[in-house]
């Protein structure tokens, strides 16, 4: 895990693997507010992600929703565990990444680790 993830304000995270490659995972407030997850659909690797573009979606028990791109880039690897364990979601979320996205063109508005943490207690 880097040194420090960054956060959107659609409750992703990610994680700067260099300049221009990051991995995207769910935050661990996302993922309480879904409950267990029990489906993912993810992209294909070489697939072209934007930013605030829907690039996968997740079913809980309670509801679909959909996984934002704060990124716009190629996605470069999938995670395929969750296809078949989405429960790994639930047991790590800071691990469980789903896609990693290169050639990045732009990123969002990105977040630090107290910026999402005021968020989420402005969202209550």
Known sequence: ?????????THEWVEFLDDDKVRIGLTEYAVEELGDLVFIDLPEVDDEVE????????????A??????????????VNDDLLNHPELVNESPLEAWFIEV???????DL??????????REEE
């Open 111 to 120: 977040l630090t680790k107290e910026e999402y943490e005021d968020f989420i």
């Open 51 to 62: 930013i605030e573009d829907s690039f996968a979606d997740v079913e809980s028990v309670k």
């Open 102 to 108: 290169d050639e990045i063109t732009e990123f969002d």
């Open 64 to 77: 679909v929703s959909d996984v934002y791109s704060p990124v716009t880039g190629i996605i470069t690897a």
């Open 1 to 9: 895990m880097a040194q420090e993830l960054k956060y959107t304000r």
